[in-house]
């Protein structure tokens, strides 16, 4: 085994080196050393399970290949090392002088050791995530001052300009950097500090400093981030007297806290985590005095643990045995589980330390394997304060207890911090949609929204609208049709809806839905309601506005125009599957374990409608953010696997809105692909049919074969630019005249979608068509027409040529769809023609005579009779008759040979 080591205490530099060491030769182990700076520690915790280092304590091996070491030049022994093991060093210090000789040693002048690594890694073109180029980045960025340093050499500058083209994000970066300062400097940064004056501001510590710099030529940023780091702050603000004036520096860590526009009241400027100006002619007791008055004003409300934690958790008792964790790891997902004994928090239990376990079969308890203690914060307390907790304890999963009772009431994870610190998503109920929902929805079904709403919150119940109409909604294509879900009980729900206003529901008790029968009840809702609804001003996409002050109040009764039949409740669930492409297992859970069920994040808004709540965007996955981008990303990395027909679902979404699968999503689906193999041809076809329902199925259609997708569902599914050329073509109502005889359940979209299925399937070789309807389990009037249409399509250039008697017995039995699908997929004008005067003449083509005539002239009954009819009729259909006269002078003879053959 290889490994990588690096020195303890290390700083991001050190870190930096084993990443960039491993990025070069993935075959290697890059080990932790066992003590890492505070901020260092910091970044890991959030980050490291997207990073390839391995704790010490977790690392085994009988004997060590080699070592690679890295910024530095002094090596920690590692069980499994000896005398022998070749050491190579990789290190911008100069050599040590008592380097041991068998040693290699590879150093070079940079500012950052990373930047050796990092041009390794550019060189080779290898792939980095957001992740690793962040990194990087701290590495260079630490060593070198930001690059300010006068060590610093352009191959850093460079390395870091690639970086930050990789994807590297500066305001990760900037949260763990830190800076040493010059003596000045530090004299400076003490009288600051020993001045600084501590606020709460709406629940954010805000830190005031005033001091004096005038015999100072030093910088001053550096002391704002030093001071930044010491005490902690969610806004820091410096007002220091200089030569010039008297200069204002702002920090700040929290989106709550724009600086930005506090700096520009004063004449100054900057970005809204950093800002600065210098002020002159007023002196800093005065300019205090007025930053003082104005925080207030300026600093909002910051985002609270309720915003984000999830509700209800599951937790664990210390006599769960391990099996049992493991269970429920593999059932909902989970990475960490409360240990709770007699209402109290004694420790958390791991998937690693769950994971180690089982491998090493050892029958344990959860009290046994957890790590001990009572990490927790409150629904009250902030975001910053629950990235502290993380850090300080190293917990990813960290308990939501009231202050009063103790109760745990819920639990936030790393993965919901992560997703409120790095992406723009809005925090839960911080854009509100009520405007947009009033402008989309029609009078009546705003106020049967707002009645039910009242009835939800009567029950103390969170009633949502979710996934497809607020996604919709948000992208200007509203639809009338929605569902409601329900955190709590959806069955009570409706029926006390149905109390209300009359009505029958049904219900699933296994699923916790409830279905509302409306259309029978508009009479008894037909009065006009008592008052609009909506009333919240303006609302756009990204656009910031205060929950609604005055949501709708509900009718007496409702209009009953523009109502839907009827309206289904749904209780918030989560759900988990025992193998690939089953179908779930529910259980009921929170909205926002309901959301993490859906397919894509953009399926994961939800629109809150009780109470004050009216109009509140929720969005707790970032769907709102990859709304934005056009990006379809699945919630996810067994997402496909679950349930492979979401892999048609992404390319229907895909091509609906011009979005882009991705990159991520894609190598996932294109990974689960040969499971669609094992799904039902039920499943599937109702994938297809809501394809082929969409104005661009063709496009759909053209990126499914693009991804293999069509050959992985059957393999003799056929794709080509001219199918898809003329699925295009077809119109959204094709109107077929009288005479092709299209039943009325053929009308509208129904035929459009039998044409689509038509046209794509009909050039598929006779011998492997069944197999095709057999896989789709088509229904069996399209499967006998698409079949007749196959046997009739490959006859054509021959068919076109016989006699119209010869033809008219053809396609005699055939449908009539296939014969209408056949006519508008062919593109020879003669086999146009030929089946449009099939249908429209020689179909209905008949002769005069009737077996009552036959009976009447003496011919006994039987086979004969059909004979005589077909030829007279045939007689007419290729110009033999044209006459009552002639078909009586055939008939005749038709007789006379007739009774010679029967004589």
């Known amino acids: 085994m290889r490994i990588i080591l690096t020195h303890e205490q290390t700083d991001f530099d050190g870190l930096a080196s084993l990443l960039g060491a491993y990025l070069i030769d993935e075959r290697a182990t890059p080990i932790l050393p066992r003590r890492i700076n505070r901020n260092v520690r910091g970044f890991i915790t959030l980050y490291g399970v997207e990073l390839p280092f391995v704790d010490p304590r977790d690392f085994r091996a009988d004997s060590i290949e080699s070592v690679c070491l890295v910024d530095t030049q002094s090596l920690v022994s590692v069980k499994g090392m000896g005398d022998e093991t070749p050491i190579k060093v990789i290190d911008h210090h100069a050599p040590r002088e008592d380097a041991p000789k068998n040693w290699e040693i590879i150093t070079d002048e940079t500012g950052a050791n990373t930047t050796l690594f990092v041009e390794a890694i550019q060189e080779r073109h290898i792939q980095l995530s957001t992740v690793q180029a962040t990194l990087l980045l701290l590495g260079i960025y630490e060593d070198t001052g930001a690059l300010t340093y006068s060590r610093t050499t352009p191959r850093d500058a460079r390395a870091a300009a690639y970086l930050l083209e990789e994807g590297a994000n500066l305001s990760i970066a900037n949260d763990f950097l830190n800076h040493p300062l010059s003596v000045e400097q530090q004299y400076i940064y003490d009288q600051l500090r020993e001045a600084a004056q501590h606020l709460n501001i709406h629940g954010h510590l805000v830190i005031v400093a005033a001091g004096s710099a005038q015999d100072m030529d030093e910088e001053l940023s550096s002391i704002a981030h030093k001071l930044r780091d010491l005490l902690d702050p969610d806004a820091l603000f410096l007002i220091i007297n200089i030569r010039g004036g008297v200069q204002l520096i702002c920090r700040s860590t929290s989106d709550n806290i724009d600086v930005a526009r506090i700096a520009l009241h ?16 007023r002196s800093a007791e005065e300019i205090y005095s007025e930053l003082i008055e104005l925080l207030p004003e300026l600093v909002q409300h910051p985002i609270r643990v309720s915003e984000i934690m999830s509700r209800a958790p599951q937790i664990l008792t210390p006599d769960a045995p391990v099996e049992e964790a493991l269970q429920r790891m593999q059932r909902y997902g989970y990475e960490g589980y409360p240990v709770v004994e007699n209402g109290a928090i004694v420790g958390l239990l791991t998937r690693r330390a769950v994971d180690r376990a089982i491998s090493h079969k050892l029958k344990l308890t959860a009290s046994s394997l957890m790590n001990p203690g009572d990490a927790h914060v409150h629904p009250d307390q902030s975001i910053e304060h629950l990235q502290n907790v993380m850090t300080d304890t190293g917990w990813g999963q960290i308990p939501v207890v009231e202050r009063d009772s103790h109760t745990i009431i819920g639990i936030v994870t790393r993965t919901d911090l992560l997703k409120i610190l790095t992406t723009k998503a809005p925090r839960p109920g911080y854009l509100n949609l009520s405007e947009k929902l009033k402008q989309a929805l029609p009078p009546a079904r705003l106020s049967l929204l ?4 009242e009835i939800a919150q009567e029950q103390r119940a969170a009633l949502y609208i979710v996934g497809g109409f607020v996604r919709d909604l948000l992208l200007e294509r509203p639809s009338l049709d929605f569902d409601l879900v329900v955190e709590g009980d959806a069955i009570a729900l ?39 609804v909506g009333s919240v001003e303006g609302s756009m996409v990204g656009e910031q506005l205060a929950p609604a002050t005055d949501a709708p109040l509900p009718p007496s009764s409702i209009a009953c125009e523009d109502l839907p039949d009827t309206l289904d409740f749904i209780s918030a669930r989560t759900e988990f599957y025992t193998h690939p492409t089953a179908l779930p297992t529910i259980e009921h859970g929170s909205i926002k374990l309901d959301l993490h069920r859906r397919d894509f994040t953009i399926n994961t808004l939800a629109m809150r409608l009780d109470g004050r709540h009216y109009g509140e965007l929720h969005d707790y996955w970032g769907g709102l953010n990859d709304l934005h981008k056009g990006n379809i990303r699945a919630l996810h990395s067994l997402s496909f696997v679950d349930d492979p027909t ?31 193999d094992r799904v039902s041809g039920d499943r599937i076809r109702h994938e297809l049919d809501n394809i082929l329902d969409e104005d661009n199925a063709s496009q759909m259609l053209t990126r499914l074969d693009e991804l293999g997708l069509l050959k992985v569902i059957h393999k003799d599914i056929i794709w080509n630019e001219h199918i898809a050329g003329q699925i295009a073509a077809l119109e959204p109502d094709p109107p077929p005249e009288e005479f092709w005889r299209i ?63 010869l033809i008219a017995s053809r396609l005699a039995k055939t449908p009539a769809l296939a014969i209408y699908g056949i006519h508008q997929t062919t593109d020879d004008p003669k086999a146009r023609q030929t089946l449009e005067d099939y249908a429209r003449k020689w179909k209905s083509v008949s002769p005069h005579t009737t077996g009552h005539d036959l009976h009447a002239l003496g011919l006994p009954p039987g086979p004969t009779y059909k004979q005589i009819l077909d030829d007279l009729r045939n007689a007419w259909l290729d110009g033999e008759v044209n006459t009552l006269k002639g078909e009586q002078r055939l008939l005749k003879k038709l007789i006379k040979s007739t009774t010679k053959k029967i004589a």
Request: hydrophobic residues 40%; glycine residues 8%; proline residues 7%.
């Open 266 to 281: 004063f004449g100054g400027g900057g970005h809204p985590r950093a800002a600065a100006g210098l002020i002159k002619n």
């Open 450 to 453: 707002a009645a039910i709403a």
């Open 494 to 532: 409706a029926q006390a809806v149905s109390a209300r206003f009359g009505g029958r529901v049904t219900t699933h008790k296994r699923f916790g839905t409830a279905k509302w029968f409306i259309s029978g009840q508009r009479p008894a809702l037909s009065r006009s309601p008592d008052r609009s």
């Open 646 to 676: 979401r892999m048609l679902r992404a390319v229907r979404y895909e091509q609906r809105y011009h979005f882009q699968i991705g990159k991520r999503t894609l190598e996932l689906l294109l990974e689960a692909r040969p499971l669609l």
């Open 743 to 805: 039943g009325l359940e053929l009308r509208g979209a129904r035929l459009k979608k039998a044409l689509a299925y038509l046209q794509w399937l009909i050039p598929i070789p006779i011998y492997r068509i069944q197999g095709v309807i057999k896989r789709l389990k088509l229904p069996r009037p399209l499967a006998e027409s698409i079949r007749a249409a196959c046997l009739i399509w490959h006859e054509l250039p021959d068919l076109v040529d016989q006699k119209p008697s």
